[in-house]
């Protein structure tokens, strides 16, 4: 394919990656490609969150693990190409001396003993207060990237900044659809971004404020605190998958004038994320009704607890106390309040009458 071709079916893939987000990693080998580069990344930063795709997992993966390493806000590269790249692409020795790449921890830690470390990169701003970043890299020995390189890459630059837009729309159109079908379902529902802030709520959603949920600037917030404590832990694993994220289900009493209900958090991962890209969790309140007794399936799918503690916790609340339960259990008094413990844990209340309360509410009317 001749250049001028090879150029116009690129532009044609950014558009068409901005509607199928998975067409991304295609997209950005001929980006790299069109640079002599060996792979490209795209990144979002908002707030300081960085989210990547690039042209294949293992650079991802090299790039993330730098992140995780240097973060994004004290990495001396990615600051100098925020201050610098807002008008076209630039290169490494746009921002850096000789002297001070043989000093720079990024490249000398990082980039170069992993086959990297010659960049060419821009930064384009959106009015939503986001950032992209479009970057293509190659080893440091190749040395720096060429000016007919560089023209070409500026010449996608228009390009890539109405695709983030559109890309951006599609994402807030997505979320807002998700939360209209859950409303037309009965369900409150809100989709969070990957810092737990609201990026669109339902009606049903938004009779819960304030008087269960606060749309914070931050991030949203529960107004019952050990609901509030455990979202908090549920959003700061968004981004970290090597966080473990045992409590999806965040329980809460009847608690001033307000119904039971549970809040079901749904952390938006994998393939799911081409489709939500800025989301980072889809967040659901059900409201439950008293009813007679819990069903311990029921109980360990809304609670995240184990079999065991589901056990305990239905015999518990048909009524009773630990040392009859461990003997209808066949478990020791010892064992029975010990997992009674990490029941009170994740169900987020304090005593064994919030515990019999809460799990007589989950099951619906009778």
Same mark, same amino acid.
């Given at each position: 394919?001749?250049?001028?071709? *090879?150029?116009?079916?690129?532009?044609?893939?950014?558009?068409?990656?901005?509607?199928?987000?998975?067409?991304?990693?295609?997209?950005?080998?001929?980006?790299?490609?069109?640079?002599?580069?060996?792979?490209?990344?795209?990144?979002?930063?908002?707030?300081?969150?960085?989210?990547?795709?690039?042209?294949?997992?293992?650079?991802?993966?090299?790039?993330?693990?730098?992140?995780?390493?240097?973060?994004?806000?004290?990495?001396?590269?990615?600051?100098?190409?925020?201050?610098?790249?807002?008008?076209?692409?630039?290169?490494?020795?746009?921002?850096?001396?000789?002297?001070?790449?043989?000093?720079?921890?990024?490249?000398?830690?990082?980039?170069?003993?992993?086959?990297?470390?010659?960049?060419?990169?821009?930064?384009?701003?959106?009015?939503?207060?986001?950032?992209?970043?479009?970057?293509?890299?190659?080893?440091?020995?190749?040395?720096?990237?060429?000016?007919?390189?560089?023209?070409?890459?500026?010449?996608?630059?228009?390009?890539?900044?109405?695709?983030?837009?559109?890309?951006?729309?599609?994402?807030?159109?997505?979320?807002?659809?998700?939360?209209?079908?859950?409303?037309?379902?009965?369900?409150?529902?809100?989709?969070?971004?990957?810092?737990?802030?609201?990026?669109?709520?339902?009606?049903?959603?938004?009779?819960?404020?304030?008087?269960?949920?606060?749309?914070?600037?931050?991030?949203?917030?529960?107004?019952?605190?050990?609901?509030?404590?455990?979202?908090?832990?549920?959003?700061?694993?968004?981004?970290?998958?090597?966080?473990?994220?045992?409590?999806?289900?965040?329980?809460?009493?009847?608690?001033?004038?307000?119904?039971?209900?549970?809040?079901?958090?749904?952390?938006?991962?994998?393939?799911?994320?081409?489709? *939500?890209?800025?989301?980072?969790?889809?967040?659901?309140?059900?409201?439950?009704?008293?009813?007679?007794?819990?069903?311990?399936?029921?109980?360990?799918?809304?609670?995240?607890?184990?079999?065991?503690?589901?056990?305990?916790?239905?015999?518990?609340?048909?009524?009773?106390?630990?040392?009859?339960?461990?003997?209808?259990?066949?478990?020791?008094?010892?064992?029975?309040?010990?997992?009674?413990?990490?029941?009170?844990?994740?169900?987020?209340?304090?005593?064994?009458?919030?515990?019999?309360?809460?799990?007589?509410?989950?099951?619906?009317?009778?």
């Amino acid at each position: 394919m001749a250049g001028n071709e *090879f150029e116009n079916a690129l532009i044609d893939g950014i558009y068409e990656a901005a509607i199928v987000p998975e067409s991304w990693p295609v997209v950005l080998r001929d980006t790299a490609r069109i640079a002599n580069c060996r792979e490209a990344l795209l990144g979002t930063v908002l707030h300081d969150d960085v989210r990547l795709l690039a042209s294949s997992q293992e650079f991802r993966v090299d790039y993330e693990e730098i992140l995780q390493r240097i973060p994004f806000a004290v990495n001396e590269r990615a600051q100098r190409l925020l201050a610098r790249g807002r008008h076209g692409f630039i290169t490494d020795e746009d921002v850096f001396s000789d002297d001070e790449i043989a000093q720079e921890p990024v490249y000398q830690e990082f980039l170069i003993p992993s086959g990297y470390g010659s960049g060419v990169a821009t930064v384009i701003s959106a009015p939503t207060g986001d950032t992209t970043i479009v970057h293509c890299e190659r080893s440091f020995a190749e040395g720096i990237v060429d000016v007919q390189a560089i023209a070409a890459l500026d010449r996608l630059r228009p390009h890539f900044a109405r695709a983030g837009l559109l890309g951006r729309r599609l994402a807030m159109e997505r979320a807002r659809a998700a939360s209209q079908a859950l409303e037309m379902m009965g369900l409150p529902a809100a989709v969070l971004g990957l810092r737990g802030h609201v990026l669109d709520a339902n009606g049903l959603f938004q009779d819960l404020m304030p008087g269960v949920f606060l749309d914070r600037a931050a991030r949203l917030t529960l107004t019952y605190g050990p609901a509030h404590d455990m979202l908090a832990t549920v959003i700061a694993g968004f981004e970290r998958a090597d966080l473990p994220q045992l409590v999806r289900s965040l329980p809460i009493p009847a608690w001033r004038g307000t119904s039971p209900m549970v809040v079901h958090i749904a952390p938006v991962r994998g393939r799911a994320r081409d489709i *939500f890209s800025f989301a980072g969790a889809i967040i659901v309140a059900t409201p439950v009704a008293a009813g007679a007794g819990p069903d311990a399936g029921l109980i360990a799918g809304l609670f995240d607890l184990t079999p065991a503690e589901a056990r305990l916790a239905a015999t518990i609340a048909a009524g009773h106390p630990p040392r009859d339960a461990a003997e209808r259990l066949g478990v020791t008094e010892a064992t029975a309040r010990t997992t009674l413990k990490r029941i009170l844990a994740k169900t987020g209340t304090r005593r064994q009458a919030d515990l019999v309360g809460l799990l007589k509410s989950a099951v619906g009317p009778s």
